[in-house]
């Protein structure tokens, strides 16, 4: 069986594991370490805080600093409500496709990864080679965050990482940061014929996100002349609203879903200042003068910060010599690169699939997508063959 026919194997028993965030990825996490202990490598597993995760880090080579890191992330979206074609967790093969929901997005770099596996464990010599593939970085890259505080501790540091997101095997070496945030109203319940009452929660939510979505147009006039993003301000998003029991009684609760992609710390900054002086100056007095234990509550899901693009960067070096692009680029959507990136590492992001099939019904990744990825593995290994080379 040749890679291709390996990692199209190996892709299709990872789309069966159904590895949305709410639900446990430590079926696929074990499938996945005993793929990479098959091939020589050394597996280190570490359980979330609750118990029903894990994120993977597993080694081949010397146990030094300087290695070379290939992520990626298990979880997947989910797709309630999604008009599927056919079942999103059984891949099908059509017109030179693979479908099935994580296809791109991104099993599809991870079975490249570990097809691939026992051939780089072959060719290792100086410089080790690091598998590192997370939990929940669809709902704040926590997976991430955790392993980073690992390594930390462990005293490793490598010295560069790709993160496999889909790209169309295009360099990225820089993106916005992400935060993700739920807002959650206390108010007061009565019934709907006096509202005065009560604290309507869902109102004062509704002024909340009103509040939000005005500062678009700061956010748009503070964008750095020189930002080369795609919009190149810091954008805010309305996720989700939800609140109330019924049409005649007052909501005695609501909660807002956010996020905001900054380009700038600053801006960030700012949004949660006016936010917090709003809620403060305005929302909470008022609610507060009818029932005292009204409340607003920010809950941070998760503050990723961005990649930023650097003029000296080993990793994009070494990856254009694997893919032969000369160029770079950036883009608007976040990865787990900057948290890598945090620890002194080099980080590209640079993987197999298109992001505009990301998160959608019908997900795939185009056959031919996945062979470059191979192709440029398989470069890889020839790289860490050869200790002159890397």
């Not at 194997?9 to 696929?28: F, G, H, R, V, W």
């Not at 690091?130 to 490598?158: M, S, W």
């Not at 007061?188 to 005065?196: E, N, T």
Request: glycine share 8%; hydrophobic share 40%.
């Amino acid at each position: 069986m040749d890679t291709l026919q390996r990692s199209r194997a190996i892709l299709k028993d990872l789309i069966a594991y159904p590895t949305i965030s709410a639900l446990s990825n430590l079926d696929m996490i074990a499938h996945m370490a005993g793929l990479l202990e098959d091939a020589g490598a050394r597996c280190d597993l570490y359980a979330s805080p609750c118990g029903t995760k894990a994120n993977l880090f597993a080694t081949i080579g010397p146990e030094r600093d300087g290695g070379i890191v290939l992520s990626g992330h298990s979880d997947v979206v989910p797709v309630a409500q999604q008009p599927w074609s056919s079942d999103p967790f059984v891949m099908e093969e059509r017109d030179d496709r693979l479908y099935g929901r994580g296809t791109c997005d991104m099993k599809g770099f991870i079975a490249a990864t570990l097809a691939m596996a026992p051939a780089l464990a072959e060719q290792v010599r100086d410089r080790t080679l690091h598998f590192a593939f997370t939990y929940d970085e669809e709902v704040g890259c926590l997976g991430a965050q955790h392993l980073a505080d690992i390594l930390k501790n462990r005293g490793l540091t490598p010295g560069i990482a790709i993160i496999g997101e889909p790209t169309e095997m295009r360099i990225i070496d820089g993106h916005k940061g992400c935060h993700e945030y739920t807002t959650r109203f206390t108010g007061l319940a009565g019934h709907g014929s006096c509202p005065d009452h009560g604290v309507n929660a869902v109102e004062y939510a509704v002024r909340y996100v009103h509040h939000l979505l005005g500062l678009k147009d700061r956010l748009r006039a503070r964008a750095p002349a020189q930002s080369p993003f795609d919009p190149p301000w810091t954008t805010v998003n309305v996720g989700a609203l939800a609140g109330g029991v019924a049409h005649n009684v007052i909501a005695p609760t609501a909660q807002v879903d956010w996020e905001m992609r900054p380009v700038q710390a600053g801006d960030a900054q700012l949004v949660l200042s006016s936010l917090q002086e709003f809620c403060e100056r305005e929302l909470l007095p008022q609610m507060r003068a009818v029932h005292p234990d009204a409340s607003i509550l920010l809950d941070i899901v998760g503050e990723v910060a961005g990649l930023t693009p650097t003029d000296e960067n080993e990793a994009r070096r070494i990856v254009s010599q694997l893919t032969g692009a000369t160029n770079s680029d950036v883009v608007a959507f976040g990865t787990e690169a900057g948290i890598f990136q945090a620890l002194g590492m080099d980080v590209v992001v640079c993987g197999p699939g298109s992001i505009e099939q990301a998160h959608k019904a019908d997900e795939f990744l185009a056959i031919e997508q996945l062979a470059q990825c191979l192709t440029m593995l398989e470069r890889l290994g020839a790289k860490l063959a050869d200790p002159a080379d890397t």
